[in-house]
DNA sequence: AATGGGATAGAACGAACGTTCCATTTTCCC
DNA sequence: GGGAAAATGGAACGTTCGTTCTATCCCATT
């Protein structure tokens, strides 16, 4: 029995639970600590959760999370959720106006505050605009191009890179055929040789653009592959080489312009291309 | 029976609830009113407490509470209690009218976009969660370090990889001397042993943790390289060995993380460093 | 390789839950 | 003031909950 002792030293609140739980994490057995990582990432399942669903969000047995409770001194895992219970509580009272005088004040009261949420209102303000500006039959059309294609060449350059980039990873994931234009300098002028009208590409480029990004689009469409572009835009020289392209106006902060929409627009289109390739799989199987 | 009707004028969220409440209440039978009333001045209970406890605290039968629910055309309490708890979970302002918003947008006619408006919305999550688990302390602390460094270290892999290379290109920019780690493999260690604690890394990370990033975050501790990293839970391997550390937990849409609030927190990072660094400069110079 | 102690999984249990049902009371219209 | 309809209280129901208990597993130590 782990020390029934005073009830003194239960923690009685989020705060000092959290504490508890970090100080003791690494000594916890395996299913404890899984469990407590569970917890502190994600509280809300805790407050509202029964221990049955509990215990199969998080992997474990519900007589588990009765044991860490009483691991930490409470009596049972009810009383434990009080506690997170009580976090969503507290927090309640005029939360809109609460909220805001939090972040204003808290934050910009040192001087990097007011960068941080500079950067989070411009991404907030990056992904208000980004469903009226992204016309969703276009956003359609482009899911048919490059779920169709046999393999699709990402190219993106500079501060469109980690969008590529992003795709890239989650493509791998997929098990979605890609090539990653403009990793290395030299071989790029193979890779886009081997394109045929059966793949298709994605490109993106924002202002300033790399001259590279529009010459390669170019190069491609000029050989009948099917590009789709993500640019900032009508102007942009990708637009022309393309047979979709979405303009999306990134908001900045101090002139640093965010990502966030971009990179929401490419998660959505990355993840759109695998669905639709797995239904038309499934229908084909069948 | 009250009623059956269509689902469709069932009140989704504690908005609408409100609103219908509100406005039916002068027609409610006595006990129902009185259900009415309590529910509206103490909707907390309503999301924690039992029906036998809501009962005896608001001086009605258990039944009542079932029939209330049935007049608003719920399945019963337990269906009316799931709104007051979504309250509750939900706590971020504007969240809600962001959601609003963009369900009207024609997007949800189209098959890909429902995936569109779900990574949107999940960005938009994530961003709202930002503000409050950063400590804007730490994240000053943070910028200490890294704006101090000779040179910076920038640790990712997969996943976080688009983040770093984010930073690669702003450091590049903005001349702020960098080392871009985990771009080809094998060079890695020789570039990391050239570190020294003049120097400092910036790590990110989320789970599932990449062993290699861990274990280069940890090598740069034992040589005393202050580590700065970005994470998603207080269990991470990186924790650690950083001496400033950020949780991040990131929404996600059908089990996809967003990276808006990491793209975000990295932008805002980038930018105070390069900030501070021109200050100290013109302070030394002056 | 054997042993001992702690940790775990899963079945079993009693308590508490939300809901339903029906007898009783209240309300309102004729 | 009588009667029907609506509203209410309270008991009973089946379900699901958190917890307990025990056999098994794992791992460290010898």
């Known amino acids: 029995m782990p020390t029934p002792e005073t009830t003194t030293d239960v923690p009685q609140d989020f705060e ?9 994490k690494a000594q916890l057995p395996k299913r404890l600590k899984q469990v407590a990582a569970y917890s502190l990432d994600n509280p809300d399942e805790i407050a509202f959760g029964t221990a049955a669903s509990i215990a199969t969000s998080a992997d474990v047995q519900p007589s588990t ?21 009580a976090r969503l509580r507290e927090r309640t009272p005029g939360y809109e106006e609460r909220l805001k005088a939090l972040r ?26 980004i469903a009226t500006s992204v016309d969703p ?5 482009a899911v048919d191009i490059l779920a169709k294609a046999d393999t699709i060449y990402l190219i993106a350059k500079r501060r469109s890179y980690p969008i590529s980039s992003y795709m890239a990873y989650a493509f791998g994931k997929l098990k979605v055929k ?92 990355t993840v759109a291309i695998a669905e639709k390739r797995r239904r038309t799989e499934d229908a084909a199987t069948r």
Do not use: C
């Open 16 to 24: 000092a639970l959290k504490a508890v739980i970090l100080e003791r």
């Open 65 to 85: 999370l009765v044991r860490f409770a009483q691991h930490f001194g409470f009596e049972g895992f009810s009383s434990l959720q009080q506690i997170f219970r």
């Open 104 to 129: 204003s004040n808290d934050h910009s009261k040192l001087e990097s505050g007011s960068i941080f949420n500079g950067f989070v209102a411009a991404a907030h303000r990056s992904l208000d605009n």
């Open 137 to 141: 039959q276009a956003f359609e059309r």
């Open 178 to 269: 890609y090539q990653h234009v403009g990793t290395a300098a030299g071989i790029d002028d193979d890779m886009l040789a081997m394109a045929t009208k059966q793949d298709a590409a994605f490109a993106v480029s924002f202002s300033p653009y790399a001259s590279e990004s529009a010459s390669q689009a170019r190069l491609l469409a000029s050989r009948k592959v099917p590009v789709v572009s993500l640019t900032d835009s009508a102007f942009s020289p990708l637009a022309e080489s393309s047979k979709v392209w979405f303009e999306l106006v990134e908001a900045d902060h101090a002139g640093f312009r965010s990502l966030s929409a971009s990179m929401a627009f490419a998660m959505a289109l």
